[in-house]
């Protein structure tokens, strides 16, 4: 298998286990984002600005690697017409589940992100991509695909680390062992790491890559916000890893 492929493995057996960003809303979410309580989130703790997303409405909205039934069914409570992309067959079977229960349409898409992107130049408004990029050795082909799909006037919501999480070897996060960028298929090492902890492949990216690579595709970026990773002493010290932004494809 590539490493692509024991990803959606790895993320399958999570969800058997109880994962959390696997465990799709229930009726009463459903039913409160209807009445206009609601919100998401992009990174493990803060919620997305409800400015970041505008009227909803009528718009078409992209899930890029967003499956699970957490997020796209409070998007089409809302109203947007949705799409969800990713490579986990659980997390797609939840999005369908839900979607059954709740009675809406959603195109469901099994597909890998780092390849190109099934849908047409221009057919969406908003393209919302939750934390998943630190499971793909290059991003910046991801953000020229999610530029091409975009309309002009598109919005990216995207949830991006900042890597200060790879630098430790246990969950203690105490002592820094490794350097950075880590990434196992050129370090093996970091290999055994990730597999004594049933972690998948991870890689670091720089900001370079994450924000840099947005601008250099073509977009603007027009808010940002940190966050922690909801526990472990890095949350307890208040030190951000991870990053959401807010970006736009310009008219």
């Not at 229960?101 to 047409?120: C, L, N, Q």
Request: glycine share 8%; proline share 5%; with cysteine.
């Amino acid at each position: 298998m590539n490493y692509q492929d024991i990803n959606s493995s790895t993320i399958d057996r999570w969800i058997s286990e109880g994962w959390e960003w696997g465990i799709p809303i229930d009726h009463d979410t459903f039913e409160a984002a209807k009445r206009g309580d609601w919100s998401v989130k992009l990174t493990p703790v803060k919620c997305v600005p409800r400015e970041w997303f505008g009227v909803m409405k009528g718009k078409r909205i992209l899930g890029l690697a967003s499956g699970g039934g957490q997020q796209m069914p409070v998007f089409a409570a809302l109203g947007a017409e949705c799409a969800v992309l990713d490579y986990s067959e659980k997390q797609l079977k939840s999005e369908m589940l839900v979607a059954e229960r709740e009675g809406y349409s959603i195109e469901i898409v099994r597909a890998d992100m780092t390849k190109p992107f099934p849908f047409a130049d221009s057919s969406f408004d908003i393209i919302f991509h939750p934390v998943s990029n630190c499971y793909v050795e290059e991003v910046e082909p991801i953000w020229k695909e999610c530029f091409r799909v975009l309309k002009s006037g598109g919005v990216l919501l995207a949830g991006l680390d900042n890597g200060i999480n790879y630098l430790f070897a246990d969950e203690d996060e105490t002592t820094v062992v490794n350097s950075l960028p880590f990434n196992p298929l050129k370090n093996p090492e970091y290999m055994r790491q990730l597999e004594e902890t049933d972690s998948g492949v991870q890689f670091s990216h720089t900001l370079e890559e994450q924000i840099g690579g947005q601008l250099r595709a073509g977009f603007c970026l027009t808010d940002i916000y940190e966050d922690t990773n909801g526990e472990g002493r890095l949350h307890e010290l208040n030190i951000p890893s991870f990053i959401a932004t807010r970006a736009v494809k310009p008219m």
